[in-house]
């Protein structure tokens, strides 16, 4: 009993041995693998960038070949991705006056002068937001050992502003040209010289284009059931074919449409989306409909670094139905001067500026306009749209002289009342100050003053909600339930009084 004793603690002893002996090497093994092959980039990063979520500008590639050496599709994949994160992380640390990130992208010689202009701007208080929107590409020489890789960029459009003290002081686009020295270390291309060859202002001349017909007597148009998510699952696209011919019959000629910034995919625009968006265009057509289409609804950001990201979701859509025939007009954004007070009336009007001049360089056709809420701020970027449109829900004694005002300060391009209405909604929140009675009257007054001045106009809107969604104008019932019965159809398909105004007098 006692050998056999033995012989199993002797077992045991060999069995726990060799399994220490296998953990050390495990461990050694690993080790060894990691010192060989480098820590993972994303997680050797102060700055993780992710380009699919940050930063996308327009990128093109001379398509000549490359002289001597031939460079893979994989390799100038890796020198882009590189090239435009070093690009990113700069446009941080100028934005933040810190060096985050910076030692990753540039190597030593190249980080000095970086390092050097930081400290100056710091010192004086200054910073600086950009973005690169577009850049144009050339490998000029890759060496033999593929360590090194001259890389030019001609003509990239650079938007910045400077502050000083926080204060606004220069606004300015450039297009310039670059020859960069890029070294492989570590597997990653990183900036080592840079050179700016040439730089100019950046020079947009607008071309004046008139509406297809100015004669609209359109309406704002949302299904009944899915109120601010056309989109979405629940969408039918019977439901809104029987909804055109309602608004073709009662001798209506436009429809105006939003697109959700998000629920479209941002940057990264989903084809599902565009499909529902192409249906609801076709149907449009069918019925002999004009649309307006607004871009970037539920978008409010407006920062300068995620201006690529902007960029690629209006490129996409655009280009995608620029030649679509029920197009009528782009509308950039609706009502952007209600973010003046959150984000600031510069940073907010340049991003429309940007948007205007992207819009039309890709569609050379159709119009482009910006639903401002009101009058007061319709003269903003007049001379850059095509199509000056606001909003009214104000007074109605005051309609008349108001636009009478606007119209003697824009004389060389159409004005259209692109929203206006009366709730009927005189519940528990508001009661005894809406009824059908008080929104059929309203919109027999105002549609004698669009007769008399030949306004075109697009009301707002079709049916009564339900739903008013959270995002539109937040919780607070006395002001959801208002903004559900706006319509000219109630929740039960029943004509109101107020259709028998919905296009004449």
Known sequence: M?????????????????????????????????????????????????????????????????????????????????????????????????????EDYFTKSARKNIYANLDYNKLNNTSIEATTLEHNLDIEFFSEDGQLIVLKDTNAIEYKKVFKDEKLILETTEVTSYKYVLLLEDGFWRVRHMVKEASENFKNTPVKRSLEFADIKGINYYPQATPWNMYGDEFDIDIIKNDFKIIKEAALNSIRIFVPYEDFGKANVKPEKLKKLKKVLDTALAENLKVVVTLFDFYGNYDVLDWTLNQRHAEKIVETFKEHEAILAWDVKNEPNLDFNSRGKENVTAWLDFMIILIKNID?????????????????????????????????????????????????????????????????????????????????????????NSVPFMSWTLYDFDVVPKEVLGRLPWRTNPQKKFGFINNKGEKKLSYKYISKE
């Open 364 to 452: 050379k056709k159709h119009p482009v306009t910006i639903g401002w809420s009101n009058t007061k701020s319709a003269t903003i970027l007049k001379d850059k749209v095509d199509v000056v449109s606001f909003h009214y829900y104000e007074d109605l004694l005051n309609f008349e002289n108001e636009y009478l005002a606007l119209k003697e300060e824009i004389k060389d391009k159409p004005i259209v009342l692109q929203e206006f209405g009366l709730s009927s909604y005189g519940g528990f929140w508001r009661p005894f100050v809406g009824s059908e009675e008080k929104q059929a009257n309203y919109y027999k007054e105002i549609q004698k003053v669009l007769t008399k």
């Open 2 to 102: 006692v050998k056999i004793n033995k012989q199993i603690l002797r077992g045991v002893l060999m069995l726990t041995y060799l399994a220490i002996i296998g953990v050390l090497l495990f461990l050694v093994s690993s080790l060894y693998s990691f010192l060989n092959t480098g820590a993972d980039r994303s997680k050797m990063l102060h700055t993780e960038v992710k380009k699919a979520e940050q930063y996308l500008p327009k990128v093109t590639w001379k398509d000549d070949g490359n002289e001597g050496r031939k460079i893979s599709a994989q390799k100038i994949a890796a020198v882009q991705n590189d090239y435009l994160d070093a690009w990113y992380v700069k446009q941080i640390a100028y934005k933040t006056n810190t060096r985050v990130g910076i």
